[in-house]
Protein backbone atom coordinates (compact mmCIF):
# COMPACT_ATOMS: atom_id res chain seq x y z
CA UNK A 1 0.00 0.00 0.00
CA UNK A 2 1.52 3.28 -0.91
CA UNK A 3 1.98 5.55 1.75
CA UNK A 4 3.14 9.17 1.41
CA UNK A 5 5.18 11.10 4.06
CA UNK A 6 5.76 15.32 3.99
CA UNK A 7 8.16 16.62 6.32
CA UNK A 8 8.62 18.44 8.15
CA UNK A 9 4.71 18.87 9.02
CA UNK A 10 5.23 23.02 9.57
CA UNK A 11 7.24 25.75 8.40
CA UNK A 12 7.88 28.95 9.17
CA UNK A 13 10.86 32.08 7.49
CA UNK A 14 11.22 34.95 7.15
CA UNK A 15 10.37 36.78 3.52
CA UNK A 16 12.83 36.29 1.13
CA UNK A 17 13.96 33.15 2.44
CA UNK A 18 13.94 30.25 -0.03
CA UNK A 19 11.88 27.10 0.72
CA UNK A 20 12.29 23.23 0.79
CA UNK A 21 9.15 21.00 1.63
CA UNK A 22 9.86 17.54 1.16
CA UNK A 23 7.81 14.76 0.10
CA UNK A 24 8.74 10.93 0.15
CA UNK A 25 6.46 7.35 -1.07
CA UNK A 26 6.89 4.22 -0.31
CA UNK A 27 5.99 2.56 -3.84
CA UNK A 28 8.55 3.68 -6.41
CA UNK A 29 6.12 2.48 -9.11
CA UNK A 30 4.11 5.77 -9.96
CA UNK A 31 2.85 7.42 -13.04
CA UNK A 32 2.84 10.61 -12.18
CA UNK A 33 3.04 13.13 -8.68
CA UNK A 34 1.64 16.22 -8.13
CA UNK A 35 2.02 19.18 -5.40
CA UNK A 36 -1.06 21.19 -4.52
CA UNK A 37 -1.04 24.56 -2.71
CA UNK A 38 -4.48 24.58 -0.32
CA UNK A 39 -5.11 28.06 1.45
CA UNK A 40 -7.07 27.46 4.95
CA UNK A 41 -10.53 26.17 4.18
CA UNK A 42 -10.43 26.28 0.28
CA UNK A 43 -10.08 23.26 -1.95
CA UNK A 44 -6.59 22.82 -3.72
CA UNK A 45 -4.60 24.16 -6.55
CA UNK A 46 -2.64 22.57 -8.64
CA UNK A 47 0.88 23.94 -9.10
CA UNK A 48 3.22 21.38 -10.68
CA UNK A 49 2.75 17.89 -12.12
CA UNK A 50 5.49 15.58 -12.63
CA UNK A 51 5.28 12.62 -14.81
CA UNK A 52 7.33 9.51 -13.72
CA UNK A 53 9.81 9.76 -16.62
CA UNK A 54 10.38 13.44 -15.96
CA UNK A 55 13.17 15.13 -13.19
CA UNK A 56 11.71 18.11 -12.91
CA UNK A 57 9.11 20.47 -13.06
CA UNK A 58 9.48 24.20 -12.91
CA UNK A 59 6.62 27.35 -13.22
CA UNK A 60 7.82 30.44 -12.13
CA UNK A 61 9.80 30.80 -8.85
CA UNK A 62 8.59 27.00 -8.46
CA UNK A 63 10.42 23.97 -9.30
CA UNK A 64 10.26 20.68 -8.51
CA UNK A 65 12.06 17.85 -8.74
CA UNK A 66 11.43 13.50 -8.62
CA UNK A 67 14.05 10.88 -7.94
CA UNK A 68 11.53 7.80 -8.53
CA UNK A 69 14.01 5.54 -7.34
CA UNK A 70 14.38 6.61 -4.18
CA UNK A 71 10.79 7.52 -3.81
CA UNK A 72 11.54 11.18 -3.22
CA UNK A 73 10.51 14.93 -4.51
CA UNK A 74 11.32 18.06 -3.38
CA UNK A 75 9.54 21.36 -3.99
CA UNK A 76 11.67 24.42 -3.91
CA UNK A 77 9.98 27.83 -3.61
CA UNK A 78 12.57 30.89 -4.64
CA UNK A 79 12.16 34.07 -2.72
CA UNK A 80 9.47 33.04 -0.29
CA UNK A 81 6.71 35.76 0.18
CA UNK A 82 4.07 36.29 2.62
CA UNK A 83 1.56 35.11 -0.28
CA UNK A 84 3.16 31.42 -0.20
CA UNK A 85 1.76 31.22 3.15
CA UNK A 86 -0.26 28.06 3.08
CA UNK A 87 -0.84 24.17 2.77
CA UNK A 88 1.29 22.69 0.52
CA UNK A 89 0.41 18.52 -0.22
CA UNK A 90 1.71 16.07 -2.65
CA UNK A 91 -0.08 13.42 -4.03
CA UNK A 92 1.30 10.75 -5.98
CA UNK A 93 -0.66 8.41 -8.69
CA UNK A 94 0.61 4.97 -8.16
CA UNK A 95 0.34 2.11 -10.71
CA UNK A 96 -0.57 -0.50 -8.80
CA UNK A 97 -4.03 1.67 -8.04
CA UNK A 98 -6.07 2.15 -11.31
CA UNK A 99 -7.90 4.47 -11.86
CA UNK A 100 -6.01 7.39 -11.91
CA UNK A 101 -6.23 7.17 -7.77
CA UNK A 102 -4.22 9.68 -5.44
CA UNK A 103 -2.71 9.36 -2.82
CA UNK A 104 -2.00 12.28 -0.14
CA UNK A 105 0.16 13.36 2.29
CA UNK A 106 -0.53 14.98 5.31
CA UNK A 107 0.99 18.17 3.80
CA UNK A 108 3.63 21.10 5.50
CA UNK A 109 2.24 24.17 6.37
CA UNK A 110 4.23 26.92 5.70
CA UNK A 111 4.41 30.14 6.89
CA UNK A 112 6.09 33.35 5.54
CA UNK A 113 6.78 36.38 7.90
CA UNK A 114 6.82 39.55 6.60
CA UNK B 1 -18.18 29.67 -14.54
CA UNK B 2 -14.59 28.08 -15.34
CA UNK B 3 -12.98 24.99 -13.91
CA UNK B 4 -14.76 22.75 -11.29
CA UNK B 5 -17.60 24.10 -9.02
CA UNK B 6 -19.39 22.98 -5.51
CA UNK B 7 -22.17 23.79 -4.13
CA UNK B 8 -23.12 24.28 -1.44
CA UNK B 9 -19.85 25.58 0.31
CA UNK B 10 -20.91 25.31 3.75
CA UNK B 11 -23.51 22.92 5.31
CA UNK B 12 -24.64 22.24 8.66
CA UNK B 13 -26.97 19.09 9.35
CA UNK B 14 -28.92 17.26 11.76
CA UNK B 15 -27.79 13.39 11.78
CA UNK B 16 -31.28 12.19 10.72
CA UNK B 17 -31.16 15.00 7.89
CA UNK B 18 -30.83 14.21 4.14
CA UNK B 19 -29.00 16.61 2.07
CA UNK B 20 -26.57 16.64 -1.21
CA UNK B 21 -23.74 18.21 -2.54
CA UNK B 22 -23.47 18.66 -6.10
CA UNK B 23 -20.30 19.09 -8.24
CA UNK B 24 -20.00 20.90 -11.74
CA UNK B 25 -16.61 20.64 -13.61
CA UNK B 26 -16.93 22.55 -16.91
CA UNK B 27 -13.72 21.27 -18.10
CA UNK B 28 -14.89 18.58 -20.36
CA UNK B 29 -13.52 15.87 -18.15
CA UNK B 30 -14.57 12.31 -17.87
CA UNK B 31 -13.84 11.23 -14.69
CA UNK B 32 -14.83 12.83 -11.63
CA UNK B 33 -13.76 11.80 -7.54
CA UNK B 34 -14.80 12.70 -4.18
CA UNK B 35 -12.09 12.97 -1.35
CA UNK B 36 -12.54 13.79 2.10
CA UNK B 37 -10.34 16.06 4.23
CA UNK B 38 -11.15 15.40 7.85
CA UNK B 39 -8.76 17.72 10.78
CA UNK B 40 -5.28 16.20 10.86
CA UNK B 41 -5.76 13.39 8.47
CA UNK B 42 -4.52 12.90 4.80
CA UNK B 43 -6.84 13.60 1.86
CA UNK B 44 -8.48 10.31 1.80
CA UNK B 45 -10.19 9.14 -1.71
CA UNK B 46 -14.34 8.74 -1.32
CA UNK B 47 -15.25 7.26 -5.03
CA UNK B 48 -14.26 7.08 -8.79
CA UNK B 49 -16.20 7.87 -11.44
CA UNK B 50 -15.08 7.19 -15.24
CA UNK B 51 -17.44 7.89 -17.51
CA UNK B 52 -20.28 7.78 -15.55
CA UNK B 53 -19.48 4.59 -14.34
CA UNK B 54 -18.41 4.14 -10.53
CA UNK B 55 -15.01 2.67 -10.82
CA UNK B 56 -14.25 2.36 -7.47
CA UNK B 57 -15.42 2.96 -3.48
CA UNK B 58 -13.02 3.30 -0.93
CA UNK B 59 -14.73 1.25 1.80
CA UNK B 60 -17.31 4.28 2.67
CA UNK B 61 -20.48 3.56 4.45
CA UNK B 62 -23.45 2.96 2.79
CA UNK B 63 -24.89 6.52 4.09
CA UNK B 64 -22.65 8.43 1.66
CA UNK B 65 -24.17 7.82 -1.76
CA UNK B 66 -22.65 9.13 -4.77
CA UNK B 67 -24.65 9.64 -8.15
CA UNK B 68 -23.52 10.91 -11.32
CA UNK B 69 -25.52 11.70 -14.22
CA UNK B 70 -23.57 12.30 -16.91
CA UNK B 71 -19.27 13.35 -17.03
CA UNK B 72 -20.26 17.24 -15.78
CA UNK B 73 -21.96 16.16 -12.91
CA UNK B 74 -21.80 14.67 -9.27
CA UNK B 75 -23.65 14.34 -6.74
CA UNK B 76 -22.77 12.98 -2.73
CA UNK B 77 -26.18 12.14 -0.87
CA UNK B 78 -25.60 11.89 2.79
CA UNK B 79 -28.44 10.17 4.90
CA UNK B 80 -28.21 9.82 8.96
CA UNK B 81 -24.61 10.96 9.21
CA UNK B 82 -22.58 11.18 12.28
CA UNK B 83 -20.38 13.73 14.12
CA UNK B 84 -16.93 12.30 13.13
CA UNK B 85 -18.23 12.69 9.59
CA UNK B 86 -17.83 16.83 9.59
CA UNK B 87 -15.29 17.32 7.38
CA UNK B 88 -14.02 19.13 4.20
CA UNK B 89 -15.50 17.44 0.98
CA UNK B 90 -13.63 17.82 -2.32
CA UNK B 91 -14.74 16.92 -5.70
CA UNK B 92 -12.04 16.60 -8.55
CA UNK B 93 -12.11 15.79 -12.48
CA UNK B 94 -9.73 14.60 -14.70
CA UNK B 95 -9.50 14.63 -18.30
CA UNK B 96 -9.74 10.38 -18.23
CA UNK B 97 -9.71 7.76 -15.79
CA UNK B 98 -6.23 6.93 -16.20
CA UNK B 99 -3.21 7.34 -14.04
CA UNK B 100 -1.24 9.80 -16.06
CA UNK B 101 -4.22 12.76 -16.11
CA UNK B 102 -3.68 16.02 -13.99
CA UNK B 103 -6.83 16.23 -11.28
CA UNK B 104 -8.13 19.34 -11.36
CA UNK B 105 -10.13 20.53 -7.47
CA UNK B 106 -13.07 22.57 -6.73
CA UNK B 107 -13.06 24.62 -4.01
CA UNK B 108 -14.67 22.00 -1.79
CA UNK B 109 -18.47 22.19 1.08
CA UNK B 110 -17.51 22.36 4.49
CA UNK B 111 -19.71 20.22 6.26
CA UNK B 112 -20.95 19.81 10.04
CA UNK B 113 -22.62 17.52 11.61
CA UNK B 114 -24.53 18.59 14.76
Known amino acids: KQEVTQIPAALSVPEGENLVLNCSFTDSAIYNLQWFRQDPGKGLTSLLL?????REQTSGRLNASLDKSSGRSTLYIAASQPGDSATYLCAVSTVKAAGNKLTFGGGTRVLVKP | ETGVTQTPRHLVMGMTNKKSLKCEQHLGHNAMYWYKQSAKKPLELMFV???????ENNSVPSRFSPECPNSSHLFLHLHTLQPEDSALYLCASAEGGFASYEQYFGPGTRLTVT
Open chain 2, 49 to 55: YNFKEQT
Open chain 1, 50 to 54: IQSSQ
